[in-house]
């Protein structure tokens, strides 16, 4: 009887045991399908807790920002009366040059005898004050001149710390990618992916172009003519010399041009002139012979 009840007891265990081991088995089949499944969830939680990584980071650099280093975006406007548009356009290109600095674009337009010029000019920022300056010296006066600065500490902080939150995303992205075994987990990585890299491409680029802005200030130029046009008779008179000159000139040109004229007339038509010469000389010596004969008779 005892040895029947360990029978049972021992079949019991073993019973006991596959089960278990059945169960583990699935479990572990079970867990490893979802942690596959769920690589895009991990991904979006990853990212929140990046964001807000970021976000106290940024509070934390804004407490230790030095106003020394604020990133400033500068823009001058000026409007300046001209006497001499063409030579102003000129000095300032050379200026702009000399410092370092880009000409954007230069354009002029002339209506009703109303001419203008416009310029835009990068330079460096340090230069705006003293630039600004020459260009006043360089004008008659100054019809308006308007510079703004725009502070892009903030935007440009921020957009570094999320940059470095969306690269760390990226490389837990790639990690997920090389473990991928099914198709479907790889295509949805490769998805989330792209648009994590889109979005850091988005932020270089506009962290370039701040970059820039801040180094180097825009400057809107636009020049008016106010030189004075003397018209009609003063104007003449301050040239009477030039005139007399001038009229004494084509007297000469057309005294020579005439007597050229005349040379090639007598040379190109010769034969002619030669024949009929002789048709009238023979005429003139008939008719005075005539006239001899009647006055003799």
Not at 153 to 165: C, F, G, H, N, W
Not at 201 to 214: A, D, P, S
Not at 243 to 256: D, E, P, V, Y
Request: aromatic residues 6%; contains cysteine; negative net charge.
């Amino acid at each position: 009887m005892k040895w029947f009840m360990k029978l049972g007891m021992i079949c019991t265990i073993l019973v006991l045991a596959a089960c278990s081991s059945d169960d583990t088995g699935k479990s572990e089949e079970s867990s490893r399908l979802d942690q596959a499944d769920s690589s895009a969830d991990m991904v979006q939680t990853n990212e929140k807790g990046q964001d807000q990584t970021a976000t106290e980071e940024q509070a934390e650099n804004q407490k230790d920002t030095n106003t020394d280093n604020r990133m400033i975006m500068y823009h001058a406007r000026l409007t300046l009366n001209i006497k001499d548009i063409d030579g102003a356009v000129e000095d300032i290109t050379s200026r702009t040059n000399q410092i370092n600095g880009y000409v954007v674009e230069t354009t002029s337009t002339n209506r009703d005898q109303h001419v203008q010029s416009h310029m835009t000019v990068r330079i460096p920022n340090p230069e705006l004050q003293s630039f600004t300056k020459e260009l006043e010296k360089l004008s008659e006066k100054v019809v308006e001149k308007h510079v703004r600065g725009e502070d892009v500490t903030e935007e440009y902080t921020d957009l570094e710390s999320r940059l470095k939150a969306k690269k760390a995303v990226e490389n837990r992205l790639l990690e997920f990618m090389k473990g991928a075994e099914k198709t479907e987990d790889l295509l949805n990585i490769s998805k989330d992916l792209a648009k994590v890299q889109e979005e850091i491409e988005q932020m270089e680029g506009r962290m370039k172009y701040l970059e820039n802005r801040t180094e180097f200030a825009e400057v809107t130029i636009t020049l008016k003519d106010i030189s004075v046009n003397v018209p009609g008779i003063a104007e003449k008179d301050l040239q009477t010399g030039e005139r007399i000159q001038k009229a004494f000139t084509n007297s000469l040109n057309q005294l020579s041009s005439f007597f050229s004229g005349l040379i090639v007339f007598l040379i190109g038509y010769s034969p002619f002139l030669i024949i009929l010469a002789i048709f009238g000389g023979s005429i003139w010596f008939f008719k005075n012979r005539k006239n001899k004969k009647d006055t003799e008779s």
